[in-house]
């Protein structure tokens, strides 16, 4: 099993085993965003690989094929990883790309790009859940110890990739620009449709309606579990015995695992944090 250890860049943690000090510079300072790019970011544990399903299903007029038959990693690419980012490299355009790093250490050739990032959100408590049983399992990353240490983790920002708060507040900094469209976990698990609608409206798509009804259809959590491209099954480094990549996707399962204490504690965290912030989560 891989060695569970992190370094730090520019004040952010990452895994050893998948990323070096190398690549997140890289991916950072000289990769270049190409005007037909299309990123997905978002913190870990928010939905990603349900996003990146959806964006999968909806580039090919909702048929599955795609998506049954490459690996997630291979369709869109990690840029900050190792093997992502040279995997980013030889992909011809238009390409699917996705990050989970905080704005500061996004690539700079942002700014002077018109590449459309899809940037996906969820309820906090439900992260830290989800991330305190994918580390259970994910040998990548450093063993979670007690729920009550990983919530002191958690809220200090002292997991890999960050801060929650950093990383949301950050990137909704740019909620004006056109080419940003933020969407949240709640919102795809309350109208999957609808947000598919959405989705393709921002990507200039036009889908008939039975093309939109097999989107939601084959990125249900049902059907994507038993995707093997995208259920983590086939990934080294991961501890089945312990529990499953996709566990539950649902909304709300914190309150099965935090303490009355714990929970109140997080909040006012989270009023601190994000005063000011000025826009309205689903989960607030």
Known sequence: MAKRTYFTYRRTLFPTLYHSEESVRYAENEFQLLDDDVVTVSYPKSGTHWMLEILGL?????????VQSVLTGERSPW????????????YPPPRFLTTHQPFQLFPKSFLHSKCKIVYIMRNPKDVLVSYYYFAKIYAVLEEPGTMEEFVEKFL???VVYGSWFDHVKGWLELKDRPNLFFITYEELYQDLRGSVE???????????????????????????????MSNFSLLPNMDHSKGKF???????????????????????????????????????
């Open 58 to 66: 909806i580039s090919h007029d909702g048929d599955p094929s795609w």
């Open 79 to 90: 840029i900050e990883t190792v093997d992502g980012l040279k995997a980013a490299l030889n």
């Open 156 to 158: 200090n920002g002292k």
């Open 198 to 228: 959405k989705i393709c409206h921002f990507l200039g798509k036009e889908l008939a309606s039975h093309q939109l009804d097999e989107v939601a259809k084959y990125a249900s959590f049902q059907i994507m579990k038993d995707n093997k």
């Open 246 to 284: 996709m566990r539950k996707g649902i909304c709300g399962d914190w309150k099965n695992h935090l303490t009355v204490a714990q929970s109140e504690h997080f909040d006012h965290v989270y009023q601190e944090k994000m005063q000011g912030v000025g826009v309205t989560f689903p989960w607030d």
